[in-house]
Nanobody, 127 residues
Framework: QVQLVESGGGSVQAGGSLRLSCVASRNTYCMAWFRQAPGKEREGVGTIDNVGGTVYVDSVKGRFTISRDNARNTLYLQMNGLKFEDTAEYYC????????????????????????WGRGTQVTVSS
């Protein structure tokens, strides 16, 4: 079992920045950030593996950065250049099982592939 607690959400004007944190009771190989806007399905923001390899959804590439501090069991999401459409509840997730492909390991990217979830932190971007 893994407990996850997010923090750092808030309200910001378009173009601004926020940094989300997620403290975990223990690390897992794959961790991820997801978000869910009202009336929409939960979508992946990006994943990070235990050695810092990251994958992002196209809509946040170049603006968001996921990192982790394994010694502190903490996952981060640095969000720059925020847009109105980034408004959502942001969740961290853990426990995704990596998939082997050609000798490389890749973290899954769908919500159903992650076992543990935080309660979320709200990000609101005003235009």
């Amino acid at each position: 079992q893994v407990q996850l607690v997010e923090s750092g959400g808030g309200s910001v004007q378009a173009g601004g920045s926020l940094r989300l944190s997620c403290v975990a009771s223990r690390n897992t190989y794959c961790m991820a950030w997801f978000r869910q806007a009202p009336g929409k399905e939960r979508e992946g923001v990006g994943t990070i593996d235990n050695v810092g390899g990251t994958v992002y959804v196209d809509s946040v590439k170049g603006r968001f950065t996921i990192s982790r501090d394994n010694a502190r069991n903490t996952l981060y999401l640095q969000m720059n250049g925020l847009k109105f459409e980034d408004t959502a509840e942001y969740y961290c997730a853990a426990g995704g099982i990596p998939v082997m492909d050609g000798g490389n390991r890749y973290c899954p990217r769908e919500p159903v592939d992650f076992d543990y979830w935080g309660r979320g932190t709200q990000v609101t971007v005003s235009s």
